[in-house]
């Protein structure tokens, strides 16, 4: 291919994205969305950069989508409210990923929140996800190659944690490694039947909310070189 077909072929696939991406902030929205914050920042980040070449022109609908490894990029409508969830009580600083993923999530939260740490326990995903962050000159985030079960007990306390693949039980760890006040968003639940949920460490104990079901990959034990 020339290099003027290719130039011609980028600017046509910006193109279409601009419109599917404003279609798809339009989707979120309606299907109950309302933190502007969160749908802003989802307008303005090339989730297409976080999946394969072969999938780009994919990467605006909103479902998850294969990124390697058994894995897939979360949904974005999933992006959002669990984003929301996580904000809906005002800002938070120390944010905590289990499952980094693509680094399609983390990238989101990095844009709302002042920093994050995220866990992963598969290095090829990981490697990557860094260097798409560090391509969006996104400097706020830490990530750490490990069990997402074990939490990152040495940077604790954080004011919310995010988990992004299902848990038959909400880890201990991660309930332990929570602020006063701070909320975890973890799918739980075994096989098909898996439900969302948002737990907060009040000042006694942790007060628990289902938010409805949910279709995620289960979080698996250790990590993987
Ligand atoms: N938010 C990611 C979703 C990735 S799918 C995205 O949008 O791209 C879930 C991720 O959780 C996978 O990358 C998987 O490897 C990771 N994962 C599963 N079990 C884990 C564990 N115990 N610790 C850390 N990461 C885990």
Redesign the pocket.
Known sequence: MGREQDDMLRRGIGMTSQRTRERLIQRLYEEGISNAKVLEVIRRTPRHL?VDEALAHRAYEDT?LP?G??????QPYM?ARMSELLLEAGPLDKVM??????????AVLSQLVERVFS????KV?QDR?KERLVELNLRNVVFRW?????GWPALAPYNGII???VATDVPQALLDQLAPGGRLVIPVGAGEVQQLMLIIREEQGFSRRVLGNVR?????????A
């Open positions: 976080f998850a990124i490894n058994n894995q897939t990029i979360s992006v990923e289990i499952g980094t993923g693509s680094g399609y999530q983390t866990v992963e326990r598969i995903l996800a490990g069990d997402g079960w074990e988990v992004t693949a995620f990959v289960p979080l698996l034990n250790g990590p993987l």
